[in-house]
C-alpha cells in the first residue's frame, strides 16, 4: 500500500473517530457520510491530490471536535494541516458574519481549499434539497442555496465538472424552497 493510500485511510480512521456520534442537519445520517462524500467529490479531481483528499476527510474536525492544528501537522504534515486551517471558520462567530466571511475568505483560497469548498457545499446543498432539516421554512432552504452558490462562485474555474454537480443540487433546493423554475 502506497503512503498516500495509508494516510487517506488514517484520515478517514480520524474523522470517524472524532465525529463519532454526530449527525448531518437532518438529524439521522452520519456526519462522517459527509466527509466520505466531500472527499469523494474531490477525488474526482483530476490530477489525483491526496492532500486534497484528505484534508477533504478532516475538513470539519478543528471546527466540530477537539482536534488542532497540531495534531494535524503531526499526522497528517504541514500542506494538509494548512489547508484545513484555510477552510476552518474561526470559532465565534455570529452566523451572518461567518457567511460573510467564508464568501470573502473563499474568493482569496487556494485551489485544494476551493475544491474542498465546491465539495462541501454540494453535498450540503444537495442534502437540504433531498430533506431539508426539521422545522427549516422554504425561506431558510432558498437562503442557505443562495449562501452555498455565493461561496461557490468564487471558486468557479477551479473543476468544471464539480461546479456543474453544485448547480444541480442548487436548482433542486430552489425547487424544494419554491423558488420559480427560472431561478437562476
Known amino acids: 500500500m ?13 474523522a470517524c473517530e472524532v465525529h463519532s456520534g454526530q449527525t448531518r442537519k437532518n438529524g439521522v445520517e452520519p456526519y462522517v457520510n459527509h466527509l466520505a462524500e466531500v ?23 478543528v471546527e466540530d471536535t477537539g482536534v488542532d492544528e497540531a495534531l494535524l501537522k503531526e499526522r497528517f504534515g504541514g500542506e494538509v494541516a494548512s489547508v484545513v486551517m484555510e477552510v476552518t471558520d474561526p470559532p465565534g462567530l455570529a452566523e451572518d458574519e461567518r457567511r460573510r466571511r467564508q464568501v470573502e475568505h473563499t474568493a482569496r483560497a487556494s485551489w485544494r481549499a476551493k475544491l474542498i469548498k ?27 442555496a443562495d449562501w452555498g452558490r455565493a461561496v461557490v462562485d468564487v471558486c468557479r474555474g477551479t473543476d468544471a465538472a464539480l461546479e456543474a454537480e453544485f448547480d444541480r443540487a442548487w436548482r433542486r433546493a430552489m425547487a424544494a424552497g419554491g423558488a420559480d423554475e427560472d431561478a437562476d
Open 2 to 14: 502506497s503512503a498516500e493510500a495509508r494516510l487517506v485511510i488514517e484520515a478517514l480512521q480520524l
Open 39 to 61: 472527499a469523494a467529490l474531490c477525488a474526482r479531481h483530476e490530477p489525483f491530490d491526496a492532500t486534497t483528499v484528505i484534508a477533504a476527510l478532516l475538513h470539519d474536525t
Open 118 to 144: 465546491i465539495a462541501d457545499k454540494t453535498s450540503n446543498v444537495a442534502e437540504v434539497a433531498n430533506q431539508a432539516p426539521e422545522g427549516w421554512s422554504p425561506e431558510r432552504v432558498l437562503a442557505y
